[in-house]
């Protein structure tokens, strides 16, 4: 039974990875409220699933010739070194504070959405 909940979580986090929006953000809380999964653990499991996703997203833009190719580097070479740091920085940063931070970061994105789409309704609004 515990296997299909996992999957239920996964399903869910791909659903809404898919549509744009990180999977983690859904993923990450179900694993740690719902499943008792610890803060790194379930950040780990995150970023290893996050991986085929990622890989068909860029077979689907090169496919759609959607690549800026002069641009990747500049784009790939600061994300690898910051991935690196923030690995280092999160395997020292004890479970409660990284919870706190990933919270911060929730919420901050969720006020982030709200002012943008209030936004995009005024201007609607003025047309």
């Not at 990284?98 to 982030?112: D, H, M, Y």
Request: with cysteine; proline share 2%; glycine share 14%.
């Amino acid at each position: 039974m515990q296997f299909v909940l996992y999957v239920i979580a996964g399903v869910l986090g791909g659903v809404l990875g898919g549509m744009g929006m990180g999977g983690g953000t859904l993923l990450i809380p179900l694993l740690g409220i719902f499943y008792g999964v610890s803060q790194h653990t379930a950040q780990a499991v995150n970023l290893v699933s996050f991986m085929p996703m990622a890989i068909i997203a860029l077979i689907i833009h090169a496919k759609n010739k959607l690549i800026n190719y002069n641009c990747v580097l500049a784009i790939v070479l600061p994300g690898i070194v910051t991935c690196i740091a923030g690995c280092y920085l999160a395997r020292s940063t004890g479970g409660d504070v990284l919870s706190r931070c990933f919270g911060g970061f929730l919420i901050l994105l969720a006020v982030l959405q709200l002012v943008l789409s209030l936004k995009k309704e005024s201007k609607n609004d003025k047309k």
